[in-house]
């Protein structure tokens, strides 16, 4: 094992060419010691007199060791959210407390609603280059994900190294909500409840988080790690940023390697391999390296692994970001994908300026969506910027307030008379933040349609009933943007994702004439018998009918183990509801599927014409494989898609809102009910 202090051959953080400890100990200065570990409550100040943050304990088992981190959970912290999370790495020689003091990210956490970890080496020491460490950052990565407790940690709780206690999180580095929310019965969980969906006890309230919203950062030796780690592990964490970080060159053969592809795992119980293969060195990880004057050669090597690993420019642009001088390197067609660099002064230390600019300028605003086998890194808007940017309005339905943004394309003119889709968050993902998933925005502006992203209660959607309020919240604001925007009423849409996918479908079928097509993503149902009555009643005033695309990945939860249709299930109720409600006679077959994983099983063969989009590099013949259902009308029509997409767990693909707006832009809902199609 190889101890290792500091950047190879130059300093430790900016302190000196030599430890932290070697240093105090020429000029006298005391050492304080390690973290004293407690089951709640704030850490004891290591000197006299100065303020603690609040620093709670966790212990795991790692390779057959105890180890433990601390963590500190923002009085903000959102229980109905998810909530993001900086793994913070300090340098050799310092505590946990230590370094909090010196970087204020507690107070950065507690001012900005979010969760800070600190990670710890076991002594004094950071043990580089040895892999030991890379399972300890790994270990505490997958244990937090469930035990980021609220007021500590709960009695006969977080050890053994166990991922989440049973709470239903998916397999993977950091698993999404629990693996049957979005296609469970609705009811809306308490909040700080996981997932809210599973039933039993309630458990100690944690604060949620997600795949996406993870990131990590160290000084000097806790840097190497962090390099290390992101690079043997690149699809665990959004971004990096590290002061005097340098990996070791055994490291960097690591991307060569086959990549994790964690996502295809994400909601547990999957089994089929990737299509699209990467290496580790391909998996883009945004990275902001900063160095105590010029990097040395050893620092110029991360520099440029990350340039080739985000595919960035070779031309940087240079300004001034939070205080630094920042050379970025971004990738021409996802900015997400950049390699910042930044050269301090040759003494300067991991303080909480540089802390500040890491967080607001830079993790803030870079998340590893769920959209392939790696993630793909994707710009965020800050909730800040999202109501300085939208117009944001309320409604108040049965005594409780709601909440949705609106966005205008830029040459909207009041009173003119565009179409509306209307977005719907999944549970724990408010508005504010799946509008940077899915961006629908931005294809608005492009298409010319004003785009509505409504927020349901506590973050959920209650899509048991017709008429509940959250049914006629977004029956109100139907109607608002027609009053209030000039929309046209015959082109209003609605698209949604997770439990919001459900609430999306349960209102086109059960509201049919508020909507000219609809297009539920990744979660459907099943549907509550009020629905079922609902639909029966409304089928049997007249023959209306609602275009639907369906868009659904293979290794989420509704697919089998090895990505295939289960013929039986969720979707295959769905489909065959949407197939009666649109006199579709289209017959689907069932094979038996011969799993090397399992025993065989019965899958589904949709029997519509076939149509595969969605091609590129990656994915040559096509991610999306569309079956395109026709009603059995005089003059058939496209009233159901299905869009199985490949290698796409609980996540969507960034050119889901376009697809769903070409399928959109086609359908007319007439006064009378009827439909118009005019293929474009």
């Not at 060791?65 to 900086?86: E, G, Q, T, W």
């Not at 109720?573 to 065989?600: F, Q, W």
Request: hydrophobic share 40%; aromatic share 10%; net charge neutral.
């Amino acid at each position: 094992m190889r101890y290792f202090s500091g950047r190879q051959g130059k300093t430790s953080s900016g302190a000196s060419r030599i430890s932290r400890i070697a240093m105090a100990a020429l000029l006298g200065l005391s050492i304080s010691a390690p973290l004293a570990l407690v089951s709640s409550g704030p850490i004891m100040a290591a000197e006299a007199g100065a303020e603690t943050p609040a620093l709670l304990h966790n212990m795991i088992s790692v390779n057959g060791r105890d180890r433990s981190y601390v963590y500190h959970v923002s009085a903000k912290y959102r229980p109905d959210a998810f909530n993001f999370v900086v793994y913070v790495l300090p340098d050799d020689g310092q505590t946990a407390e230590d370094f909090a003091r010196q970087t204020d990210w507690i107070k950065l956490a507690d001012d900005n609603g979010f969760v800070v970890v600190f990670l710890q080496p076991d002594g004094e020491h950071w043990a580089a280059n040895s892999g030991g460490e890379e399972a300890y950052v790994k270990a505490v990565c997958d244990h937090a994900i469930t035990h980021l407790m609220i007021g500590g940690r709960p009695a006969g709780g977080a050890g053994g190294g166990q991922r989440g206690g049973g709470e239903g999180q998916g397999a993977g580095p950091n698993a999404g909500p629990a693996a049957g929310a979005p296609n469970a019965a609705p009811a809306v969980p308490a909040a700080g409840m996981a997932g809210g969906m599973g039933g039993g006890a309630p458990r100690a309230p944690r604060a949620q988080t997600w795949a996406p919203f993870q990131f990590i950062t160290g000084a000097g030796a806790g840097a190497t790690i962090a390099q290390e780690f992101v690079v043997d592990q690149p699809g665990v964490f959004a971004a990096i940023a590290t002061l005097d970080g340098a990996p070791f060159d055994a490291a960097y053969a690591k991307g060569d390697e086959p990549a994790q592809g964690y996502f295809m795992n994400l909601r547990g119980g999957k089994n089929a391999a990737p299509v699209w293969k990467q290496l580790k060195k391909d998996v883009p990880v945004a990275a902001w390296l900063f160095t105590t004057g010029a990097p040395n050669p050893a620092e110029t090597k991360p520099i440029d692994y990350w340039k080739r690993s985000d595919a960035v420019a070779a031309t940087p642009q240079t300004n001034a970001i939070g205080g630094f001088q920042v050379t970025t390197y971004r990738n021409a067609a996802n900015p997400a994908q950049q390699v910042r660099t930044t050269a301090v002064a040759e003494f300067a230390k991991y303080d909480k300026t540089m802390a500040s600019a890491i967080w607001s300028d830079f993790f803030a605003h870079t998340a590893r969506w769920t959209s392939s086998p790696n993630g793909d890194l994707g710009t965020m808007l800050t909730e800040a910027e999202v109501k300085a940017s939208f117009d944001v309005r309320t409604l108040d339905i049965t005594g409780k307030t709601y909440t949705y943004y609106v966005k205008t394309p830029s040459t909207y003119k009041k009173g003119q008379s565009l179409p509306v889709v209307i977005s719907a968050h999944g549970a724990f993902f408010p508005a504010w933040l799946y509008l940077s998933q899915i961006k629908m925005h931005e294809v608005g502006e492009k298409e010319g349609f004003i785009t509505v992203y409504v927020n349901g209660q506590q973050n959920r959607w209650d899509f048991t009933t017709p008429d509940g309020p959250d049914a006629q919240f977004i029956e109100q604001v139907a109607g608002d943007m027609v009053t209030s925007y000039g929309a046209d009423k015959s082109h209003v849409y609605m698209q949604g994702f997770s439990l919001g996918s459900g609430m999306s479908y349960m209102m086109g079928i059960t509201h049919p004439q508020l909507f000219a097509a609809v297009s539920p993503n990744n979660g459907i149902g099943p549907m509550t018998p009020a629905v079922t009555a609902r639909v029966a009643e409304i089928k049997a005033k007249g023959d209306i009918r609602l275009p639907m695309m369906i868009v659904y990945g293979d290794v989420d939860s509704g697919g089998s183990t090895d990505a295939k249709i289960p013929a039986l299930g969720v979707l295959r109720g769905a489909i065959n509801e949407m197939k009666t409600y649109n006199n579709i006679t289209t017959a689907d077959g069932i094979v038996t599927y011969n799993s090397p994983n399992t025993l065989s099983y019965d899958v589904l063969v949709p029997g519509a014409k076939l149509v595969r989009a969605g091609v590129d590099k990656r994915y040559p013949n096509g991610r999306f494989q569309i079956s395109a259902y026709q009603s059995a009308d005089p003059k058939p029509l496209n009233l159901l898609n299905l869009v199985w997409v490949t290698d796409l767990s609980h996540g969507g693909d960034p050119r889901t809102a376009q697809m769903e707006w070409d399928y959109f832009k086609q359908w007319q809902r007439n006064p009378d009910g009827t439909l118009t199609f005019t293929a474009r």
